[in-house]
């Protein structure tokens, strides 16, 4: 039997190495050698193992001869995976445009280049440049959503849970809201309308039956101690049939004294009729109808950064602004320059549909995808040098997600694949687990991939992931 201890470099000689020299230079040394005596402890063990056996165990001993000849890239290997950052890029295969797990709304990549330019500098947050003096972070992009829908105030903060919390804590403390029984919604992540009130300090009052609110249901609730209506778009489920529901135009026209607030969920900024989805009720809507105070959230259909936007009327936006919570809620230097710049993209008007990522994708028409899904089906085919895929084009169905226009499916094009070499639910795993992860579906032990989801730019990886996957 052969002593393998001796063929164990010294820790001195790794690190005479040139990887190994480069790799402390890029890292840390302390980093270095950690690993180092990891490994090589593995190593020592698995021989002590193989030493003591009694007869010769061939594939320990390769398995120790492999080590011992990997020795230095192991190292790296660890080193480096070490600093590779856990939240990362991946590739959005499952034709979900806002995938609640996968980030939600993406951000355009030109965007992207300028907040970089405000977050790794200085900036004028909270400084007024015209006139030397202390500013407000939410001017700009006040001036810009009240130019665009028409409000008179604005204000945001973290996300749309903490803008629904805030105003009513700011607005109903210590008194009651009246909320129907058809918008008493749980939203996801435990986010419950009932539950959030309670949280504000303010008492809920429900109202009306699950499918059917009256205005008399609301016009009798009402008391001394009423402090608003709280409308709740109810985005994530279709009460379908014998539904009645009251307008926030016919609240405000019968009862004028009465504070109404809505939370919109999505807050869509555009009429997504025109891509032959359902209605959904944009911001512009509720400002009309006369809302005293909307929010909505920034990374859902509007296609900006996580954060709650609240607009509405000044007197109601002044007190919120004074809330102590809206400081603990507050947004940071990154979404206030993110806000802004993705409004100036809505300010230009139908161009937004192309820069907003989000709207790009439900805009896509069958025939542009089905382009790209053929597209990438060739460098499928290309990249399959082993002969491992078995690959077809077919039709598919996106949905938005993210809480959004619940049933509305978008039609779409994509690949199945599956592999002669490995399991559908090996391949996932793999797939799952590659540089850049490719997250797909997976129908009937079969793999698909929505491109209405996917970025041409990420074609060639894709194929070179499909083709070397064994
Ligand atoms: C999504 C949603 C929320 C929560 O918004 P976040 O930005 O995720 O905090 C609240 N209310 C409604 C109606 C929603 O659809």
């Known amino acids: 039997m052969k002593n393998y201890f001796r063929e164990i470099p010294k820790v001195d000689k790794i690190l005479e190495d040139e990887k190994i020299k480069l790799i402390i230079e890029k890292y840390s040394r302390k980093v270095v050698l950690d690993i180092i005596s990891e490994i090589t402890e593995k190593l020592r063990n698995k021989i002590s193992i193989y030493l003591k056996s009694e007869k010769e165990i061939d594939e320990l001993e390769k398995e120790i001869e492999i080590s011992i000849t ?104 210590d008194g009651e809201v009246i909320v129907s029984r058809g918008e008493l919604v749980e939203i996801g992540g435990k986010f419950r309308v009932p539950d959030v009130l309670r949280a504000s300090g303010a008492r809920l009052v ?14 009798n609730a009402i008391n001394e101690n009423t402090k608003a209506i709280l409308k709740v778009h109810t985005s994530n489920y279709n009460i379908i049939g014998f539904t009645e529901n009251v307008s926030i135009a016919s609240i405000k026209k019968n009862l004028p004294n009465t504070l109404v607030i809505e939370d919109l969920g999505s807050g869509v900024l555009v009429d997504l009729e025109k ?39 000044k007197e109601y936006i002044d007190k919120i602004k004074k809330n102590q919570l809206t400081r603990a809620f507050r947004i940071d230097k990154f979404t206030v320059a993110a806000l802004e710049l993705v409004l100036m993209e809505y300010l ?38 082993n002969n491992n895929l078995i690959l077809n084009l077919l039709d598919l169905k996106s949905q938005i ?65 499909f083709g070397g996957l064994t």
């Open 70 to 173: 990997n020795l230095i890239t192991d190292i790296i290997y660890n080193v480096e995976a070490l600093f590779e950052p856990n939240l990362k890029r991946v590739i959005n295969a499952t034709g979900t445009i806002l995938h609640t797990n996968l980030g939600r709304a993406l951000i355009n990549k030109d965007i992207a280049y300028r907040l970089a330019d405000i977050v790794s500098g200085y900036s004028n947050l909270e400084y007024n440049l015209k006139e030397g003096k202390r500013g407000e972070r939410y001017d700009s992009f006040s001036n810009l959503i009240c130019k665009i829908t028409g409000a008179q105030a604005a204000l945001a903060v973290n996300n749309n849970a903490a803008a629904v919390m805030l105003i009513l804590n700011t607005l109903a403390k």
């Open 206 to 219: 429900e109202v009306g039956t699950t499918n059917k609110t009256h205005l008399s249901d609301y016009e």
């Open 275 to 313: 891509y032959g989805l359902k209605h959904e009720p944009t911001v512009m809507e509720s400002i009309n109808a006369g809302v005293d105070i909307v929010c909505f959230s920034g990374d859902k259909l509007f296609g900006g950064p996580q954060a709650g936007i609240i607009i509405g009327k």
């Open 348 to 385: 230009k008007g139908d161009k937004v549909e192309e820069s907003i990522p989000v709207l790009r994708m439900i805009k896509e028409s069958y025939e542009s995808v089905s382009k790209r899904a053929k597209v990438l089906f060739e460098k499928l085919k290309l990249a399959d040098k």
């Open 401 to 465: 997600g993210g809480g959004s226009l619940p049933g509305e499916l978008i039609s779409s094009r994509g690949i199945s694949i599956k592999f002669k070499n490995i399991s559908t639910s090996k391949a996932e795993e793999k797939l799952r687990n590659l540089n850049i992860p490719i997250i797909v579906r997976i129908v009937e032990d079969t793999i698909l991939l929505d491109i209405r989801t996917v970025n041409s730019d990420d074609f060639d990886i894709i194929a070179n992931s």
